[in-house]
């Protein structure tokens, strides 16, 4: 049974070429008409069995629209057939609809290989992020209520390709001494200075090249593009120096996020993820030496924010030398290792099959400079990290009704919830999976449309066993439930497309997010 069940799958797998059911406009059916009849003639064929003309599409080819009754047609289906009976239709198919393909008009877009990789400058095709299939579904949340947190040294928050999305504290009033929204902190109006202790956030290109992968906005035909087009931007200067000042750094952020919790998000600021860029090379966070950073990622997840952390851009194996925080044992750090343009590992970036999570493109990848000025050769996992912060900006936008629902209720448990998404929708490399955790580099598109999918009764949409993989096993259990005529009822989760029914559509659904 179990060989059959997988020839089934495989069957299945390779007929429907790995897609979405495809959406068409009902009760309209296009059809190629032969040119030696009449219309008259032709038009009263058709009234007889509910069919109507209703506009030439094309005089040359003889192309029509065509409308039917939905009270005498079953279905589209049995309307074609129907027409395909006269000798005088060529051809008859769906008006299917058409999505425009969204590909931002930034003057660098061509060069951002690591968003839409075609094969530029020796780089391999579609090893990327997938990017642009994810902006067909949304850019980012223009409600400004995602916020994302930026841990580093310095910002040009002034540059015309971030300043629209750098994160405003509308509960301050700038430059009065007082702190109006008794957050604890005085004319935070922008973010903090974990260095100066104030409002004043330095200037720095690091951070701005961080800030500019993560959210430089998207289609204004300037510059570069960020993965999350539409996001609230927080800088938090305080990424060197000492532990200390780190942790000010990121207590900014979680007091921010605790009181937007208990204000139901009058004040502060809903913080979902904390984009860090620093570490302490060849440190065992796990030994008891460094107790502070297991114990402030597990304080920021347990308010709801996922620590998205860069791991040493140095060869080396985390699980056998220890990093700090990439090799801290926190479930809410997502630790990140830099891939190049043929979805390789970068030779000078860490690794480990326990320690670190997943790959992101960091090799010669494009991003903001201070003084509106850009740059095309950034390398390291400090570039990799924020396409990470952005992605889960975007996975909270994207999010069901359910799962935004969860967030609210349940921020922390809802947290490792979009932390596994986004880990069991990469896309798999033989060069990540003795290397990483999930054995694979970061999908932007399939993390987005998971999420977009869940439904609360699957911990991860598609995994059916609750593995906590999305696999030929969940094609197979899918395909035993069809053959045994299951019903909705008990095994609503595998509906994916929620039509309230599970069928092929739903393992061509599952077999995408897979590949």
Sequence with gaps: M?????????????????????????????????????????????????????????????????????????????????????????????????????????????????????????????????APEAWDILTGNSDDDIVIGIVDS???????????????????????????????????VNGWDAYENDGDIPLTSHGTKVLGMIGAKGNNNLDVVGVNWDISLMPIAGSSSSTSTVISAYSYALDNKLLWNDTDGVLGANVVAINSSFGINYANCNDGSYPVWNDMYNTLGEAGILSIAATMNINANVDEFGDVPTGCSSDYIISVTNTDRNDSKFISAAYGLTSIDLGAPGTSVCSTRPNNLISCSLTGTSYSTPIVSGTVGMVHAAASNILKGEYINNPSETSIIIKNIILNTVDYLTSMDTITVSGGRLNLYNAVYAASLYDGLCSIPGDFNSDTNINIQDVILIVNCILSYCTIDENSCMDLNQDIGIDIFDIVLLVSMII
């Design 2 to 130: 179990y060989k059959k069940f997988i020839l089934i799958s495989f069957i299945l797998i390779n007929s429907f070429s790995f897609s979405k059911s495809i959406e068409y406009v009902n009760e309209k059916i296009i059809v190629k008409i032969e040119k030696n009849y009449s219309f008259d003639d032709i038009n009263n064929q058709l009234m007889q069995i509910s069919f109507n003309l209703d506009k030439k599409l094309s005089n040359h080819l003889n192309i029509w629209l065509v409308s039917y009754d939905l009270s005498i047609y079953l279905n589209i289906d049995d309307a074609i057939q129907k027409l395909e009976f006269f000798p005088f239709i060529i051809y008859a198919q769906k008006d299917h609809k058409i999505t425009e393909r969204l590909i931002p008009n930034d003057t660098e877009f061509e060069n951002m290989w690591h968003l839409h990789n075609t094969g530029q400058n020796a780089g391999s095709i579609d090893a990327d992020i997938d």
């Design 154 to 188: 310095g910002f040009d928050l002034t540059h015309q390709d971030l300043v629209d999305n750098i994160w405003v504290n509308l509960n301050e009033i700038p430059g009065n001494g007082i702190d109006d929204d008794e957050n604890g902190y005085i004319d935070d």
